[in-house]
């Protein structure tokens, strides 16, 4: 079929969500569930898929970020134009010391991790809701990344730059109405223009 879209993409297929090594399934649905309300796109479940070897930093215990980045945007294939990931392992990357997440900005590969999210700052461990809603904060701050998103001033944005759990915490799971705005913008120009 010839691919000419010169309509909006809506609800075409759009997200990939990969669950990697031993994410749960529930974790997985749940992050699809809400990158597809939140966003209002087409999301699929992809198989799952080992994290890369290369990817482990055997002196620091953690997978490099960028690296997982590089397996999930090889793992793109149309009519997807995003795949965001879905892992258990400690993330980081060079300059931090751990991150919940990764995006490529504007481009086609987000991460996120549940390894720090499942305690809080005084070590105990965090409720169900308290874990999962951290989850889909993470999630959806990362992919709209890839939407050329950056971080936003406004403390009550999804898309605030959160370094700790407490901070994720005091976010609702809402983009700013700037945020939402630009996101929509680009969510709907057509595949091909970026
Ligand atoms: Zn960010
Ligand atoms: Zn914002």
Not at 40 to 50: A, F, K, M, N, T
Not at 114 to 143: C, D, W
Not at 170 to 191: H, M, S, V
């Amino acid at each position: 079929m010839e691919d000419r879209r010169e309509e909006p993409v809506f609800l075409e297929p759009v997200v990939s969500v990969c669950p990697l090594g031993d994410a749960t399934a529930v974790d997985v649905r749940v992050v699809a569930a809400n990158v597809q309300a939140v966003f209002d796109l087409g999301v699929d479940i992809l198989e799952r898929s080992p994290l890369p070897e290369e990817a482990f930093l055997a002196d620091r215990r953690q997978y490099d970020a960028a690296a997982v980045l590089r397996h999930l945007d090889a793992m793109v294939r149309p009519p997807f134009r995003k795949i965001l990931g879905v892992t258990t392992v400690d993330l980081c990357i060079p300059v931090f010391t751990h991150v919940f997440g990764e995006a490529h900005l504007g481009g086609r590969a987000a991460v996120v991790s549940s390894f720090r999210l499942r305690t809080n700052e005084n070590g105990f461990k965090a409720s169900i809701e308290t874990y999962t809603h951290r989850l889909i904060k993470v999630a959806l701050h990362e992919l709209a990344h890839t939407r050329n998103l950056v971080h936003c001033d406004n403390p009550r944005c999804l898309m605030h730059f959160s370094p700790k759990v407490n901070h994720l915490d005091r976010l609702p799971i809402l983009f700013c109405e700037r945020c939402r705005y630009l996101l929509t913008q680009d969510w709907r120009r057509p595949a091909g223009m970026g």
